[in-house]
């Protein structure tokens, strides 16, 4: 029976797809060979040598120490996508919210309370303070166009809104569903200058840190209304702050509250509900399921984050996975120590990602243990199996 091991609640549904037949699934295993998690930190945790892989339920892997898992050949997964449509949906509620000023208005509403009769008056008095623009005719700026970028966008221009769109990195996918209506920014300057609302949704690296700064700010329509529904450290809090004490941005609505932009007028601070729904959960701990058990049972990567995507039709009796460093000559190294032991390539696929890659070899033996070991014995090699 092969280990799952579970760092957090993990949703009944994800965990059904596993075989009751073959695989176990506990928060306390001596030999995992899989381990799915949500939101646990993992950076401090010594994982054991059995296990091939982690599946994050979500997008975010900060919480996995990626870097280490890949020098160990531990294969890390997230799962794009599959809570999209619950952050869309609450990025939607964000540019509304950020708009009517709906929740200052509910606020000032429970104060009429013991006022009888003459609350209708006071309320048709009071309304005033309150009002704020439709969204349908404005511009929407989409930083990032990955899962949930593109449905924001499409779903945005349902609505009635002029769309841009920016990203470097745009996959054949996102273009392929992207609503044809979205205009295309060459670069945030484009995006800043010309969008009434903008929304956020980039991963947090090196690069993306902070990148709404004082200057980014300067360069926007006075009275931006901004959404950062990916992560808080995009934002400077110490500029967001500035600006909008100054009314350059209107609103700022944030699923990462901070202690410096709790309280802050202008900040609508939600407590990270961007995937937080019931079907968001299934869909993401199905999907990482799903990734696992390929993965463990067939040697096949998918939404890895540390590993390149790669899959491969079965083709002979046993296939060999190999993790080795990205260097010259290796895959000849390989394919000739499987030589040397009598084995006979059916078919073989390789890719690399970084300093990293993967070679896939189905062999027409059914023993190939020494095979295996012959593999294990290659310089930079750091990782092999036999599925």
């Known amino acids: ?34 381990a799915i998690v949500r939101s646990a930190a993992l950076h401090d945790v010594a994982f054991p040598e059995s296990l ?17 898992c890949a020098a160990d050949g531990i294969v890390v997964f997230n799962t794009p996508g599959a809570n999209a449509n619950a952050v869309k949906e609450l990025v939607l509620a964000g540019l509304l919210i950020s708009s009517r000023r709906v929740i200052p208005a509910i606020e000032w509403a429970r104060t009429l309370k013991g006022n009888g009769a003459e609350v209708a008056k006071l309320v048709e008095k009071g309304k005033s303070a309150f009002v704020g623009p439709e969204i ?31 990203d470097p990195y745009l996959s054949i996918n996102s273009a392929w569903n992207l609503t044809h209506s979205a205009v295309r920014a060459m670069d945030l300057k484009e995006i800043y200058a010309n969008c009434d609302y903008i929304t956020v949704h980039v991963p947090l690296t090196a690069d993306t840190k902070g990148f709404l ?27 967001m702050i500035a600006a909008l004490e100054a009314g350059k941005v209107a ?8 202690d410096e932009m709790l309280g802050v007028d202008g900040v609508i601070a939600i407590p990270h509900l961007g995937a937080s729904t019931p079907e968001s959960e299934d869909n993401c701990a199905e999907m990482a399921a799903r990734e696992l058990i390929d993965y463990i049972e067939n040697g096949n990567i998918e939404n890895s984050v540390n590993m390149p995507s790669i899959s491969m039709p079965r083709s002979a009796v046993r296939r060999l996975c190999v993790i080795h460093k990205n260097v010259p000559n290796i895959l000849s190294a390989i394919t ?13 696929l390789n890719k690399s990602r ?34």
Request: proline share 2%; charged share 20%.
């Open 336 to 348: 000739g120590a499987v030589s040397a032991q009598g084995g006979n390539i059916e078919n073989l």
């Open 251 to 258: 609103a700022y609505v944030v699923d990462f509250p901070t």
């Open 354 to 387: 970084g300093d990293y890659a993967y070679t896939m070899l189905d062999i027409d033996l059914d023993d190939c243990a020494q095979i295996a070991d012959a593999v294990r014995g290659v310089e930079n090699v750091i990782r092999v199996r036999v599925v």
């Open 52 to 68: 091939l892989a982690i599946a994050r339920a979500g997008a975010g892997t900060n919480n996995i120490p990626v870097d280490r």
């Open 136 to 166: 349908k005719g404005k511009n929407l700026g989409v930083i990032g166009l990955g899962a949930i970028g593109v449905q924001v966008a499409n779903a945005a221009n349902h609505l009635g809104m002029h769309v841009y769109g920016y």
């Open 213 to 239: 700064n004082a200057d980014a700010f300067a360069a926007m329509k006075d009275g931006v209304r901004i959404l950062n529904f990916s992560r808080a450290d995009l934002v400077d809090s110490g500029a």
């Open 1 to 34: 029976m092969k280990q799952i091991q579970t760092y957090n609640k993990i949703s009944a549904s994800g965990l059904n797809v596993f075989d009751p037949a073959a695989y176990t699934i506990s928060e306390n295993c001596d030999e995992p060979v899989g």
